[in-house]
């Protein structure tokens, strides 16, 4: 049972456009839910993340988005540059676990 | 960079043999977690360790032991590598589990069974 449904598997996105990944998930139990970033030959590193009470949360170009009633949740690259190019994780957190989605590969065109 | 070490990096071994991952961290974190990634199935956790001693298992367990006798470091164990453990595995810490600070991740290690 895949807990964390992400999607597009990959995603070719121009310089300068707006790069949009969604992640939905079944159990109301998680309660914090990040995004992770990976480049390759690398281990993920925390991106950003939100929690169910916050609708949306912004970092510079990074901007998660949050329906609780839809169970969605989704990350918007703005000003998408070439150095984004990496695969995005997103994940859910419940107890001591977090749980991943399978990963959305990003490639900015120059 | 978290303080995060795994080793071996980079491991090649045949079906049969037992094989052994190390973590080692030197940031005193009590949660240390074993997590494979697979093309097309993202990142899924085997064990994960929440004090000395003390480890529970995750989604894709078997086939794996951990164990855990010292703070700083935290052991996967394939007890007889299959060609399906072919993988990456990630070690990654927490300080007060998920519930506090998000986890940090290990640079990983590369496991081919042949």
């Known amino acids: 049972q895949q807990q964390v449904k992400q999607s597009p598997q990959s995603l070719i996105v121009q310089k300068g456009g707006i790069s949009i990944i969604n992640c939905a998930y079944e159990?109301?139990?998680?309660?914090?839910f990040p995004w992770y970033q990976q480049f390759p030959g690398k281990g993920p590193a925390l991106l950003i993340a939100i929690r169910p009470d916050v609708s949306e949360k912004k970092e510079g170009r990074f901007t998660i988005s949050f329906n609780k009633s839809a169970k969605q949740f989704s990350l918007h690259i703005m000003d998408s540059q070439p150095g984004d190019s990496a695969t995005y994780f997103c994940?859910?957190?419940?107890?001591?676990?977090?749980?991943f989605g399978k990963g959305t590969r990003l490639h900015i065109l120059p | 960079d978290a303080g995060i070490t795994q080793s071996p990096r980079h491991k090649v071994t045949e079906t049969g043999t037992p094989v052994t991952l190390r973590c080692h961290q030197t940031?005193?974190?009590?949660?240390m977690y074993w997590y494979r990634q697979d093309p097309g199935h993202g990142l899924r956790l085997i064990h994960y360790s929440y004090g000395v001693k003390d480890t529970d298992k995750g989604e894709v367990s078997d086939g794996y032991s951990v164990s855990r006798s010292k703070t700083e470091d935290f052991l996967l164990t394939l007890e007889s590598a299959t060609s399906s453990q072919t993988s990456v595995y990630f070690c990654a810490i927490s300080e007060s589990g998920v519930s506090g600070n998000t986890i940090y991740f290990g640079e990983g290690s590369w496991l081919t069974v042949v």
């Open positions: 159990n109301t139990a998680f309660d914090y």
């Open positions: 994940a859910a957190r419940r107890r001591d676990k977090i749980i």
């Open positions: 940031e005193n974190h009590r949660y």
